[in-house]
């Protein structure tokens, strides 16, 4: 979502390239990975050579499962890290203030 990359890019943590999937994986609202812009980020980190992907991914059910399966896909071909929680479990990215999010930033962890 638009909003995230905003409210990610007020805190001056991050000064990369973004990659927006379109929201989460969600069997019960019907939307599979297929739904998603995940195919075009795997094929992103296949063909360049990115030192990281940091998945900023609202902390829900839904959210914990895009993560693993953006990091099991993406995993052979880069380093995958996800920023830290600090946000409250079912919060939206666009309401967290900038010194939670910095702070989520800083705090990211690499997928094991």
């Given at each position: 979502?638009?909003?995230?990359?905003?409210?990610?890019?007020?805190?001056?943590?991050?000064?990369?390239?973004?990659?927006?999937?379109?929201?989460?994986i969600s069997p019960m609202d019907?939307?599979?990975?297929?739904?998603?812009?995940?195919?075009?980020?795997?094929?992103?980190?296949?063909?360049?050579?990115?030192?990281?992907?940091?998945?900023?991914?609202?902390?829900?059910?839904?959210?914990?499962?895009?993560?693993?399966?953006?990091?099991?896909?993406?995993?052979?071909?880069?380093?995958?890290?996800?920023?830290?929680?600090?946000?409250?479990?079912?919060?939206?990215?666009?309401?967290?203030?900038?010194?939670?999010?910095?702070?989520?930033?800083?705090?990211?962890?690499?997928?094991?």
């Open positions: 979502d638009s909003r995230d990359v905003i409210a990610i890019e007020k805190t001056r943590e991050y000064r990369g390239q973004y990659h927006v999937l379109g929201g989460v019907g939307i599979g990975p297929e739904q998603l812009h995940i195919q075009q980020l795997v094929q992103r980190v296949s063909q360049k050579t990115i030192q990281e992907v940091i998945l900023a991914i609202n902390p829900s059910v839904e959210g914990e499962t895009t993560t693993l399966y953006i990091g099991q896909l993406i995993r052979p071909f880069t380093k995958v890290t996800r920023i830290a929680f600090g946000l409250p479990m079912g919060g939206d990215l666009e309401y967290a203030d900038e010194v939670t999010l910095a702070r989520a930033l800083e705090g990211r962890r690499e997928l094991e």
